[in-house]
T-cell receptor
Framework: EAQVTQNPRYLITVTGKKLTVTCSQN?????MSWYRQDPGLGLRQIYY???????DKGDVPEGYKVSRKEKRNFPLILESPSPNQTSLYFC????????????????FGAGTRLSVL | AQTVTQSQPEMSVQEAETVTLSCTYD???????LFWYKQPPSRQMILVIR??????QNATENRFSVNFQKAAKSFSLKISDSQLGDAAMYFC????????????FGSGTKLNVKP
């Protein structure tokens, strides 16, 4: 089954304690992204990756890091979490294929609810 | 940068009736893709419908259809014969055809379905 898997689903932590949210996809997709969702703001892109070892900043990258050492994995790292990073996080992947058969859609993980105290 | 605007934070519809959710976007690009995603209380993001900007024909998926007005930069979602399971947050999204990495989402519309 094609899927994007995020872990953990829920996480409560304290300010300054480093954490990593993992993301893995089994569709051999080139593109992967991280988003955060906040009430009234929709989803905002944090970082994205076009392929292994190729990453770039999205619209709200401050306080986050990512890495893409393998095609299937795209972890999100918070080196020193702060309360303003309390949010719902989504990982997503999509194919780079274009043309008539390409669906050009993103597949989302189930989300990670993060609370930073 | 592109922007996506959903001006209706919350809407209600009676079961079995029709409701239309609005979405407008701002872009200078000529080729792009538009999507509606549904987010039920489970928080999962579920693709409802998609539209390619180069296609004039409006997309349809069962009870869901769109009214795509490219010149007006409008992309509304119509839900016919509303069901209780349609209650969710709905997000409009834009994807550039020139930079596949860039997705822009609206702020969402919460749809309530009354029995």
């Amino acid at each position: 089954e094609a899927q994007v898997t995020q872990n953990p689903r829920y996480l409560i932590t304290v300010t300054g304690k480093k954490l990593t949210v993992t993301c893995s996809q089994n569709m051999n997709h080139e593109y992967m992204s991280w988003y955060r969702q906040d009430p009234g703001l929709g989803l905002r892109q944090i970082y994205y990756s076009m392929n292994v070892e190729v990453t770039d900043k999205g619209d709200v990258p401050e306080g986050y890091k990512v890495s893409r050492k393998e095609k299937r994995n795209f972890p999100l790292i918070l080196e020193s979490p702060s309360p303003n990073q309390t949010s719902l996080y989504f990982c997503a992947s999509s194919s780079s294929r274009t043309g008539i058969l390409a669906k050009n859609i993103q597949y989302f993980g189930a989300g990670t609810r993060l609370s930073v105290l | 940068a592109q922007t996506v605007t959903q001006s209706q934070p919350e809407m209600s519809v009676q079961e079995a009736e029709t409701v239309t959710l609005s979405c407008t976007y701002d872009t200078s690009e000529s080729d792009y893709y538009l999507f509606w995603y549904k987010q039920p209380p489970s928080r999962q993001m579920i693709l409802v419908i998609r539209q390619e900007a180069y296609k004039q024909q409006n997309a349809t998926e069962n009870r869901f259809s769109v009214n795509f007005q490219k010149a007006a930069k409008s992309f509304s979602l119509k839900i016919s014969d509303s069901q209780l399971g349609d209650a969710a947050m709905y997000f409009c999204a834009y994807r550039s055809a020139y930079n596949f990495n860039k997705f822009y989402f609206g702020s969402g519309t919460k749809l309530n379905v009354k029995p």
